[in-house]
């Protein structure tokens, strides 16, 4: 069974700064994808970035960007210029069986003024 | 274009009794699934439907089920509650059924508390 691990529970950035969330991943399937997503105080949860196993190339949304490392099993979500409302619980997210998703258990990010 | 809708948002229920929570998709998406929220499982997925059958299942007793209808909205269902069934429920849909890799819309989930 695949599992999503996030080892940071909280983080804190200062306004226009640039922080760094990681996620590490398990599995022994060779196609996959995956996700970061943004639940704020509301819970809806947003898709920020998506990345394709197959592509070596990273993802990138914006001030959004991801470091993929394959080997590694590493899929690190980038937040440059940080804003106020970045504030949120960021969910690294896996995908290969149809379109359930596994997901971490989340690291709670705090941007301050 | 409207995003995937959930109802009611916030409901409470005795122990013991059942509940249904309803989802419409994303018009023209036929694919919706159910996850459940809770502050010591995190996030888990509970059941995807696509085009009215039952594609992928996860972890979860009997008590909970679901069903789809041909127009793709979708309820789950969850019997005899616990108290452990508290939590919120989140529906998503994509627009593409078969294979993986689709993006996931999420609506703003279903609260649940069970007294």
């Known amino acids: 069974a695949q599992t999503v691990t996030q080892s940071q529970p909280e983080m804190s950035v200062q306004e226009a700064e640039t922080v760094t969330l990681s996620c590490t991943y398990d599995?022994?399937?060779?196609?996959?994808?995956l996700f970061w997503y943004k639940q704020p105080p509301s819970r809806q949860m947003i898709l920020v970035i998506r990345?394709?196993?197959?592509?070596?190339q990273n993802a990138t949304e914006n001030r959004f960007s991801v470091n993929f490392q394959k080997a590694a099993k590493s899929f690190s979500l980038k937040i440059s210029d940080s804003q106020l409302g970045d504030t949120a619980m960021y969910f690294c997210a896996f995908m290969n069986d149809g379109n359930k998703l596994v997901f971490g258990a989340g690291t709670i990010l705090r941007v301050k003024s | 274009k409207a995003g995937v809708t959930q109802t009611p948002r916030y409901l409470i229920k005795t122990r013991g009794q059942q509940v249904t929570l309803s989802c419409s998709p994303i018009?023209?998406?036929?694919?919706v699934s159910w996850y459940q929220q809770t502050p010591g499982q995190g996030l888990q997925f509970l059941f995807e439907y696509f085009s009215e059958t039952q594609r992928n299942k996860g972890n979860f007793p009997g008590r909970f089920s679901g069903r789809q209808f041909s127009n793709s909205r979708s309820e789950m269902n969850v019997s005899t509650l616990e108290l452990g069934d508290s939590a919120l429920y989140l529906c998503a849909s994509s627009s593409l059924g078969w294979g993986s890799g689709n993006t996931i819309y999420f609506g703003e989930g279903s609260w649940l508390t069970v007294v």
């Open positions: 018009s023209g998406h036929r694919s």
């Open positions: 990345q394709e196993a197959y592509k070596q």
């Open positions: 599995t022994s399937e060779n196609n996959y994808y």
